[in-house]
């Protein structure tokens, strides 16, 4: 039985590796808080919205914990002025950010179904194998994956480099299907907090992330296999 799913454990690994870490990284990315602050400051979002940091800093941490909460729509309380708003967003922004959400659970969700096929395969992989050929299928994963995925990872960067606002519109063209991620970045508050910039500056985050996790997989599972099985 081993032995007619081990193929099959490793090459599935293979495909999903690229797209775990990239998962991973974007869920460390989203839900820390310095890439926030760090786009209120540089983005000087404070002067643009009338709000100060403590509240910028509320609003995202309400909007991160909606993300990961049961409530269908989201509502962004804020103090200003002495008075409470109780919903910073207006119905269009409300109505994108049901579409977000979906995305962003889906995203978490498809991250859980691989951690765990993952390591479903490195049991596998050491109970048929033994203990020392788990760092060499370790390497291999990251390896052999980032072969396969290299063509549309390098499509991907390149067009975050050349023309991010047309990858940008395509992504949602892709993801979303209607059109009310189209905003008024003069009006909307969704737009005018999180430019176009913004998310630029998150995806070179996450791509950062991604290299970096790959890199120290890589680099002990190799280190790791070759003082296990000296060749």
């Known amino acids: 039985m081993i032995k007619k799913i081990f193929p099959s454990l490793k090459y599935i690994s293979y495909l999903i590796w690229v797209p775990l870490i990239l998962t991973i990284s974007f869920e460390i990315i989203t839900f820390s808080d310095w890439i926030y602050e760090f786009n209120w400051e540089r983005n000087n979002i404070s002067y643009k919205t009338n709000l100060n940091k403590d509240q910028l800093n509320s609003a995202s941490d309400q909007i991160k914990d909606y993300f990961k909460n049961d409530q269908e729509k989201i509502k962004i309380s804020v103090v200003q002025s002495g008075r409470t708003i109780l919903n910073l967003f207006n119905q269009r922004e409300i109505d994108h950010m049901i579409d977000v ?13 691989s951690l765990f096929f ?28 980032l072969l396969i995925w290299s063509s549309i990872f390098i499509i991907i960067l390149f067009g975050i480099i050349i023309n991010f606002n047309a990858t940008f519109i395509l992504f949602h063209k892709i993801f979303f299907r209607n059109d009310l991620w189209i905003l008024d970045p003069r009006s909307d508050y969704l737009l005018i907090m999180f430019p176009e910039r913004f998310f630029l500056e998150v995806c070179l985050a996450i791509l950062l992330v991604f290299v970096i996790i790959n890199f120290l997989f890589f680099i002990t599972s190799l280190f790791l296999d070759r003082r296990l099985n000296p060749r």
């Open 101 to 113: 959400k979906n995305l962003v659970k889906a995203t978490l969700l498809f991250e859980k179904i």
């Open 118 to 145: 993952i390591f479903f395969a490195i049991v596998i992989i050491s109970y048929k194998n033994g203990f020392k050929q788990l760092f060499s299928f370790l390497f291999n994963i990251v390896y052999k994956s």
